[in-house]
């Protein structure tokens, strides 16, 4: 009995790892994987810039995120300048 709840442990937590590893993430997703990010702060910065950012992909009416890539692109500037006036 011990060993099988040892088994359905380890298949749990490799699930959980294979979740933060999964190459696209829908938009819950990448923010369960990303704390500093909010789905209300995603959310505006596409409606703002369009879904021609970095690591932002359509499948159907779906968005999809490669996490690696839309960070990257956050920390190259990207997401800088999110709404406002702009340059005056």
């Known amino acids: 009995m011990k ?8 298949h749990q937590s490799s699930e959980i790892r294979s979740h933060h590893n999964a190459t696209l993430m829908n938009l819950t997703q990448l923010c369960e994987a990303e704390p500093a990010l909010t789905i209300g702060g995603v959310r505006h910065l596409l409606f703002t810039k369009g879904h021609d950012l970095p690591g932002v992909y359509r499948f159907g009416r779906k968005l999809l995120f490669d996490r690696a890539e839309f960070m990257e692109g956050i920390k190259q500037g990207y997401a800088a300048q999110i709404g406002g006036r702009g340059e005056v």
């Open 3 to 10: 060993e099988l709840n040892v088994q359905q442990a380890d």
